[in-house]
């Protein structure tokens, strides 16, 4: 049973890390906690959803949840951050503006839903399953896993290697500096809100695949373990973040499957407190993210 | 007038109220008050609706005489504990309105049951919790508490399925539920049942795979999930994915008998056992008669709490009428008669409703299994 | 106007409880602490409370005081490990501070009823208890306003680094405002114990968070007069809105986002900075005119 449950805990653990790379990246540049990114990711399954049942293939549904989820991201910088951003000092505000637009996409999604609990209709996604090893692995969790890993090279080369991802860390560095030498700071911001809600939207989908229930209040519980992953990997910290999301759905797994039930919440956020005392940066903290440093 | 000065919404409804002006004629005045929009409104709001129902039935059938009739308005408690308070405060307030139907669950609940007995007011909740009742002589149960209802599945589990040891899984965060558990995990130890293990999980989650190959990597000869019914169906699901034995059975109370649960499991209910108020297109003359007529009216298949609305209106209505007879139409005259409510015609259970002298509320419960995608009632 | 009362009542009485909840939150805020932490507190408050009232047996003036000390403790322990930290941590220390709680209240079953939480509660909170207390609590905050403190938390909000150049110990204050913020939130948790009949963990979610700083986010984060504001615009404001009863998160939401980025001080404080801005304008004015008047005498 031991090493299924690891098994299980890494599929959660890398559907965490989709959802928890948007989080940090826009920690990364900006600074700024993005409270909405739950109900983004509530909304990339909640498109997903009704594209399917009306009738529209599958991958095209994805697909198109991800640019509608990518723009949501664009949205919540429009008119939650930018307007803040402005008049320095954001840190708070932003907080507060983005549980607003929080609020909102919740507060439609459930209009939507009639507060129902949604799924996938049977046969969206093949149901197979493999031995292997003594291990019982779906096709589904093959292709999450197979999936998040191709995501992740990508996103990784897209900032080290292309001059967009420069442009991302000048800004990320220090944000006046990489203006002066012509970096469109604006333009990066949005690109940034853009990949993070697309990837959130790709985490909704893949998580309502994965446990066939969706329902509009499902980013919360998301939303808070992401808390976690970017305390423990370090805010701002891509590296940190996979090796955190990981980490903790294996653990989740472990402490369902070993401990008295009811306990895991508590030895999570346990685990973010100790952390963020010890280690304020994080296990794998970049210099970049210094929880002592003064405010903006 | 104050109650529409309120604002309350309800406007729809204030047309039943002006086709039935006539001179001379009674109106008896009840408002339902039931979650329409929160976390019970997946109750409150069916419940409204089946109760509307039989109400507006009830005035068609002319069953409180020639031009009498029921008036009624429906409020939303909005699972909101705040607003309910202000609610019945207020409808208090109005002389006018004889009974709340309402409101539906928990901490709502009894909420209104405290300001209820403290105003002197009848109010009817949807809950099956006793401290309802307890509560005072002013506030009543609609559905039957874990009491009257889990003996049916324990029984069955014990002594039908002749089940040794049995993995629970509850639900952590809603009081109803952990009520019912706990009542099941008494009632089968009490008869020789070991529990397996107990887990817990929360309304929200929906990743079950740890515990569903915990489960199915454990021994046990029978599975008790005791979880509203779309979460119940998605964890039946996960577990038969993670290789659980199908021939363990699975077992659930009456939240499982909503359409929902077959619509969510599919294929992998199949088998699964519960118990049930409602057979869902009905069993009776009565029942199937309201299941054809709530279809054609709404063009939604009539589930548990549609049922349970639609019934409980026909005591209350009962009630009123017994009231009157009596020479008392008031608040007291009317909650003294729906005590004494006996033997009423119903749609759920085995087909009358009555209150006990603790005013506990039975109508029975029936052991159903999932066969070939729909509810079927399990001979014993 | 008695039955206007009576018909308004718990929305009063909802009212004044969310006006304390106001100031433990906004205590933190006045200070630079970036704390969410108030529904950890009011959740320690209203279960020591309810433990204490219907398991011991304990006197009930007594149990709120000693559920206010508890949550005050809770304040100061969360404090230390919390001043190591700035800005969005302290947000996400906090927010987890609030989980843990709540994870706890739901797992020690035997002690706190788990989800079933603790019902038969005696009622004996009222209006008037409601009003006294708040009122005390507003005197309170307005004495530290008056005092080297109020100033003290004003630097550290306004420039930390400035307050900390001046010698300020920035820990020290922190410290403070959290077991302010602690021991008003745990009173108005006992006294909402005391007020509703049954607590369960449920009730001290996220929802209650964002209540909590929708109120003080709209009635501003510094005057005595904010919270009032944020609470009385809350309580309000779902009793004319009744059609948008189901949107009424979005509402909230519109809110807050709105207030946020154009009357960032809330309305609350925009009142009393008005008030301020025109007695100091009537002084300088008057100022002015003595001067005007003494240059005449002098050049005459």
């Known amino acids: 049973m031991l090493s299924q449950q690891i098994l299980n805990g890494l599929v959660t653990g890398s559907v965490y890390a989709l959802f928890s790379l948007g989080f940090t990246l826009i920690f990364g540049v900006q600074k700024l906690l993005n409270f909405a990114h739950g109900a983004t990711f509530m909304a990339g399954a909640f498109i997903a959803y009704y594209c399917t049942i009306s009738g529209m293939p599958f991958l095209l549904a994805i697909g198109l949840s991800m640019v509608a989820t990518g723009v949501i991201g664009i949205v919540v910088d429009l008119v939650a951050f930018r307007p803040l951003r402005k008049r320095g000092n954001a840190e708070f505000p932003a907080l507060v503006s983005s549980i607003g637009v929080d609020l909102v996409l919740i507060s439609i999604a459930q209009q939507v839903s009639k507060t129902q609990v949604l799924n996938f209709p049977f046969g969206t996604f093949p149901v197979k399953f493999f031995n292997f090893l003594g291990l019982r692995i779906s096709l589904l969790q093959i292709v999450i896993l197979a999936t998040v890993a191709v995501l992740v090279v990508l996103l990784i080369f897209y900032l080290k290697k292309t001059s967009f991802g420069r442009q991302v860390r000048a800004v990320a560095t220090n944000e006046r500096a990489a203006a002066l030498l012509g970096v469109n700071v604006q333009s990066v911001f949005l690109q940034t809100f853009f990949i993070a809600g697309a990837l959130a939207g790709l985490a909704g989908v893949l998580i309502g695949l994965l446990f066939n229930s969706m329902q509009f209040l499902m980013g919360e519980p998301y939303m808070l373990r992401a808390f976690v992953v970017v305390v423990i990997g370090g805010l701002g910290s891509v590296p940190g973040a996979i090796v955190a999301s990981l980490m903790l759905g294996v653990m989740q797994s472990l402490t369902v499957a070993y401990l008295p039930s009811g306990l895991t919440d508590a030895i999570i956020f346990t685990l973010l407190f100790i952390v963020l005392l010890i280690r304020p940066n994080g296990l794998f903290g970049d210099a970049n993210a210094v929880a002592g440093g003064t405010r903006q | ?380 | 106007m008695i039955n206007l009362y009576y018909a308004y009542q718990p929305i009063i009485d909802f009212f004044l409880l969310s006006v304390g909840f106001g100031y433990s939150q906004q205590i933190a805020l006045r200070a630079g602490v970036f704390s969410i932490a108030t529904a950890g507190f009011a959740a320690i408050g209203a279960y020591a409370v309810a433990i204490l009232v219907t398991k011991t047996g304990f006197p009930i003036v007594g149990a709120v005081v000693l559920g206010m000390v508890i949550a005050g403790g809770a304040g100061l322990v969360l404090s230390l490990p919390l001043a190591r930290l700035r800005g969005a941590f302290q947000a996400i220390a906090t927010l987890a501070f609030v989980q843990i709680v709540i994870s706890l209240l739901l797992f020690a079953e035997d002690f706190t009823g788990g989800a079933l939480g603790i019902t038969g509660i005696p009622r004996v909170v009222n209006t008037g208890v409601l009003i006294f207390i708040v009122a005390f609590v507003m005197y309170v905050m307005w004495s530290i306003g008056r005092t080297g403190l109020g100033r003290i938390f004003d630097a550290l909000r306004q420039e930390e680094s400035v307050a900390a150049s001046l010698g300020v110990n920035i820990g020290r204050y922190h410290a403070f405002a959290f077991i302010l913020s602690g021991a008003i939130g745990g009173l108005f948790g006992g006294l909402q114990s005391l007020y509703v009949f049954q607590i369960e963990p449920h009730n001290f979610g996220f929802a209650f968070m964002v209540n909590v700083l929708t109120v003080v986010i709209l009635g501003g984060r510094t005057t005595l007069l904010g919270p009032i504001m944020g609470a009385a615009i809350m309580a309000i404001l779902p009793e004319l809105a009744r059609p948008l009863a189901e949107y009424r998160p979005a509402v909230n939401g519109v809110i807050l986002i709105l207030v946020i980025t154009f009357l960032p001080n809330g309305v609350g404080d925009e009142i009393v900075f008005w008030f301020r801005r025109r007695r100091h304008a009537a002084a300088a004015a008057n100022r002015v005119k003595v001067k005007e008047a003494k240059n005449a005498v002098t050049s005459s």
Not at chain 2, 43 to 69: P, Q, Y
Not at chain 2, 187 to 208: C, E, K, N, R, T
């Open chain 2, 1 to 380: 007038m104050k109650l529409l000065k309120l604002g309350m919404s309800v406007a729809a409804f204030s047309a039943v109220m002006a086709s039935s002006t006539l001179a001379m004629a009674d109106e008896y005045k009840i408002v339902v008050l039931q979650s329409l929009t929160g976390g019970a409104a997946f109750i409150g709001k069916h419940v409204a609706d089946g109760a509307v129902m039989a109400a507006d039935e009830l005035n068609e059938k002319g069953f409180f005489g020639a031009g009498n009739s029921l008036v009624y308005e429906v409020a939303d408690d909005a699972t909101d504990r705040t607003q309910t308070l202000s609610l019945i405060t207020r409808l208090a307030a109005d002389d006018k309105v004889l009974l709340v139907m309402g409101p539906t669950s928990g901490s709502v609940a009894l909420a209104g049951a405290n300001v209820a007995n403290e105003r002197a007011f009848p109010v009817l909740t949807t809950t099956n919790s006793m401290e309802v009742v307890e509560n005072g002589p002013w506030s009543f149960i609609l559905t039957q508490p874990a009491d009257v209802t889990i003996p049916y599945l324990a029984d069955f589990t014990a002594q039908t399925l002749g089940a040794k040891s049995c993995a629970i899984i509850g639900v952590k965060d809603n009081e109803a539920y952990v009520a019912l558990q706990r009542k099941y995990e008494e009632l089968i130890q009490a008869q020789g049942v070991s529990l397996a293990s107990v887990d817990g999980v929360a309304l929200a989650d929906s990743d079950f795979s740890a515990l569903a190959t915990k489960i199915a990597t454990s021994d046990q000869d029978c599975v008790f999930i005791g979880t509203p019914a779309a979460q119940a169906a998605n964890m039946v699901i996960q577990l038969r994915q993670a290789g659980l034995d199908p021939s363990i059975p699975i077992l659930g109370h009456n939240a499982f008998a909503s359409p929902a649960f077959i619509e969510k499991g599919g294929a992998a209910v199949e088998n699964v056992y519960l118990i049930g108020a409602w057979v869902p297109g009905g069993d009776d003359e009565f029942s199937q008669a309201f299941a054809a007529n709530f279809q054609a009216k709404t063009g939604v298949s009539a589930d548990e709490w549609h049922a349970v609305g639609y019934s409980g209106m026909q005591v209350i209505a009962n009630a009123i009428k017994d009231a009157v007879a009596a020479g008392k139409v008031t608040r007291e005259g009317v909650r003294d008669a729906l005590g004494a409510q006996t033997d009423i015609p119903v749609v759920i259970g085995e087909g009358t409703y009555s209150y006990d002298e603790h005013r506990v509320p039975r109508f029975g419960m029936k052991v159903m299994q999932v066969k070939d995608g729909a509810f079927t009632v399990v001979e014993q």
